[in-house]
């Protein structure tokens, strides 16, 4: 269940510095307030009046991010980008709240792995309120769904609906990366994509030399699993068009 999981009321809202400090911005105290009004409409009176800026946003989303073995794969490749995983599981989360610590304190020499952090949300609910309208540039969806058949269209982290939020926060030229070993499961996410007006397929020769998709293969924890049972791994990538203009 996760009735115990709190959404902030819109991106503004999200305490990011906590999550990357090194890209905390130094604020006044009510900064926030000057530039957003002290009764600002989103903002919940029961909560803090400032929230600490950081100087980009995150662009990168793992969605279902599971033990982060994708994260800490792609934050080198990535050093000066924010890549934050997305999690339903309260102890799954906080495993890769703590390899971040630990990994950020190896490396604290190279200012290595500031770049990555992991909160607890469902997915399927309220992206946009984490993400602004075309702040990511790239949003992976790895071995999203294991119990695919038996899950009703209405429980599938792919659907109709959802395509339509992944293309709201994802700006135009990015791109959705998909990868699972159920072919049923392939199936759907290539027919939902397709027929989504905001996605276009990648073609396979892009998507071979995509860095991301050869780290998407060996570095998620269920890519190895498959690669241990000689599974067959499905990929398919989606990049998002420019909107058309207004009639
Ligand atoms: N992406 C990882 C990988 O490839 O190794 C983990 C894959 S695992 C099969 C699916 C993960 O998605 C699980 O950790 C599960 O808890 C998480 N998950 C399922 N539904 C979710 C939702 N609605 N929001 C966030 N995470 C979800």
Not at 156 to 170: F, Q
């Amino acid at each position: 269940s996760d009735h115990s999981l709190t959404y902030p009321k819109s991106p503004s809202d999200m305490d990011w510095a906590s999550h990357y400090p090194a890209y905390t911005v130094k604020e006044e105290s009510g900064e926030y307030e000057k530039e957003h009004g002290a009764e600002s409409e989103s903002h919940d009176p029961g909560q803090p009046t400032t929230v600490r800026a950081i100087s980009k946003p995150v662009e990168i989303a793992d969605i279902g991010c599971g033990f982060g073995g994708l994260l800490f794969g792609l934050a080198p490749e990535f050093p000066d980008t924010l890549l934050l995983g997305m999690e339903i599981r309260t102890s799954v989360t906080e495993y890769v709240q703590e390899k971040v610590r630990a990994l950020r304190t190896q490396n604290v020499a190279t200012n290595g792995y500031q770049n990555v952090s992991c909160i607890r949300a469902n997915t399927m609910k309220f992206l946009p309120n984490f993400f602004t309208k075309s702040q990511l540039t790239k949003i992976f969806l790895c071995f999203p769904d294991p119990h695919f058949k038996q899950r009703k269209h209405k429980a599938r982290i792919v659907s109709y609906t959802l395509n339509s939020e992944y293309a709201y926060v994802l700006r135009p030229g990015g791109v959705v990366y998909t990868i699972t070993d159920v072919q049923d499961l392939h199936n759907w996410m290539v027919e939902h994509f397709e027929k989504h007006p905001s996605f276009d397929r990648v073609s396979e020769e892009d998507q071979e030399q995509d860095v991301c998709v050869k780290i998407m293969r060996t570095e998620t924890e269920e890519g190895k699993k498959v690669e241990r049972n000689q599974g067959t791994k499905f990929i398919a990538l989606f990049r998002r068009v420019e909107d058309p203009p207004w009639p």
